[in-house]
């Protein structure tokens, strides 16, 4: 099983990301996916989950209308675009996908949003 993230970096404050979740090992169009972030000194938190056909979605308040997770069960993939960037949107965002007792973490991408 594997889940590599890619997109990360440094972006400026109110600026975009696109962050990609690209899954293996594992029949991805059973699972529910999601993003989870952990920024230095404070516990990991949810980000946004979808359900495995792609038909809901749900957000941490502190990221709805500005974060969209997306995913496409064809290329095996989950996305998350982040637009209008915070300073306190930084951190370590991982991928995690979960069906049942079954529960996988990639392995992180750093985000950093700073001038």
């Known amino acids: 099983v594997q889940l590599v993230e890619s997109g990360g970096g440094l972006v400026q404050p109110g600026g975009s990301l696109r962050l990609s979740c690209a899954a293996s090992?594992?029949?991805?169009?059973?699972?529910?996916m999601s993003w989870y972030r952990q920024a230095p000194g404070k516990e990991r938190e949810l980000v946004a989950t979808?359900?495995?056909?792609?038909?809901?979605?749900n957000y941490a308040d502190s990221v709805k209308g500005r974060f969209t997770i997306s995913r496409d069960n064809a290329k095996n993939t989950v996305y998350l675009q982040m637009n209008s960037l915070k300073p306190e949107d930084t951190a370590v965002y991982y991928c995690?996908?979960?069906?049942?007792?079954?529960?996988?973490w990639g392995q992180g991408t750093q985000v950093t949003v700073s001038s």
């Open positions: 995690n996908a979960r069906l049942a007792v079954r529960n996988y």
């Open positions: 090992g594992f029949t991805f169009s059973s699972y529910f």
């Open positions: 979808i359900t495995s056909a792609g038909g809901r979605t």
